[in-house]
């Protein structure tokens, strides 16, 4: 059975650091490229970022590019998202998700909030 | 960058009834590698992460109940629930995965009448 469980969301000041995980489980993390996603407070659906399944390349939205990193760890089946210089905007429940191009597996989200 | 409208923003329709959602790309999104349309669809429920029903603009996803729908090509797509039931009742979005950044549309609630 495929899994994602994302964690590292929490409280963060505006201009602060966060990290999160995805780990997977239940197929080859080595074959598939993996996505963030993220949506606001009552908002729709934004995709954030994405890296292939080597690592090699990866992708970002114009709202998060030069402050956000995606990497991953083929050996420990984890996908991470780092942001930096965080802001209010970036309030938002993240999601991990396996790309196919389209998303058929999705961690549960773990929420990210940037408040002073 | 291509831009997702979806149509309505909601919609309430009667158990048993049918229910029709639309989506319109701001430019094609027709894979030419496979003939395909690069479009799916997601069905949100409070709560709860996205469940991907539909791929490839018509291709249902394993487990989705055939009521499902999609259909459509080029720009304009549409997501048919044939017999809507109570459970049926969530926000569906649509999204393109053509060219990076993978936008998605804003979404449409649907309710019971």
């Known amino acids: 059975e495929v899994q994602l469980v994302d964690s590292g969301g929490g409280l963060v000041q505006p201009g602060g650091s966060l990290r999160l995980s995805c780990v997977a489980s239940?197929?080859?993390?080595?074959?598939?490229?993996m996505t963030w996603v993220r949506q606001a407070p009552g908002k729709g659906l934004e995709w954030v970022s994405s890296?292939?399944?080597?690592?090699?390349?990866?992708y970002y939205a114009d709202s998060v590019k030069g402050r956000f990193t995606i990497s991953r760890d083929n050996s420990k089946n984890t996908v991470y998202l780092q942001m930096n210089s965080l802001k209010a905007e970036d309030t938002a429940v993240y999601y991990c998700?396996?790309?196919?191009?389209?998303?058929?597996?999705w961690g549960q989200g773990t929420l990210v909030t940037v408040s002073s | 960058d291509i831009v997702m409208t979806q149509s309505p923003d909601s919609l309430a329709v009667s158990l048993g009834e049918r229910a029709t959602i639309n989506c319109k790309s701001s430019q094609t999104i027709l894979y030419s590698s496979n003939n395909k349309n690069s479009l799916s669809w997601y069905q949100q429920k409070p709560g709860q992460p996205p469940k991907m029903l539909i791929s490839w603009a018509s291709t249902r996803e394993s487990g989705v109940p055939d009521r499902f729908s999609g259909s459509g090509s080029g720009t304009d797509f549409t997501l048919t629930i044939s017999s809507l039931q109570a459970e049926d009742v969530a926000v569906y979005y649509c999204?393109?995965?053509?060219?990076?950044?993978?936008?998605f549309g804003q979404g449409t609630k649907l309710d019971i009448k």
């Open positions: 239940g197929f080859t993390f080595s074959n598939h490229a």
């Open positions: 890296i292939i399944n080597s690592g090699a390349s990866t």
């Open positions: 999204q393109q995965y053509y060219s990076i950044p993978y936008s």
């Open positions: 998700a396996r790309d196919q191009w389209y998303y058929a597996y």
